[in-house]
């Protein structure tokens, strides 16, 4: 069984960036999407970013034109790259990866101050 090992999460200012990452736990394992959710204090989980295998992506409006998806060539790992952190984008951060079965992983707390 294989499972989505997350890290990158923290505390940042307003206008600051961080970088998630994502990779399952076993090697040789390849997925046909990725993406990213995550779910702001109180509410309930959303969409943010995905990648399918062919390299298309999509967002979420809220974070268009400031975070960016990417996976490595495997298709084993997924990163988010978001820029310009606000506090709205504070929330839980989790992993989803689709390969026949769904996986997620355990969740990275971001937290950006104003």
């Known amino acids: 069984q294989v499972q989505l090992v997350e890290s990158g999460g923290g505390l940042v200012q307003a206008g600051g960036s961080l970088r998630l990452s994502c990779a399952a736990s076993?090697?040789?394992?390849?997925?046909?999407?990725m993406a990213w959710y995550r779910q702001p204090p109180g509410k309930q989980r959303e969409f943010v970013a995905g990648?399918?295998?062919?390299?298309?992506?999509k967002y979420s409006d809220s974070v268009k034109g400031r975070f960016s998806i990417s996976t490595n060539v495997a298709r084993s790992a997924v990163t988010l790259q978001m820029n310009n952190l606000q506090p709205e984008d504070t929330a839980v951060y989790y992993c989803?990866?689709?390969?026949?079965?769904?996986?997620w992983g355990q969740g990275t707390q971001v937290t950006v101050s104003s």
């Open positions: 990648i399918v295998a062919g390299g298309q992506t």
């Open positions: 989803n990866a689709r390969s026949g079965y769904e996986y």
């Open positions: 076993r090697r040789g394992f390849s997925f046909s999407a």
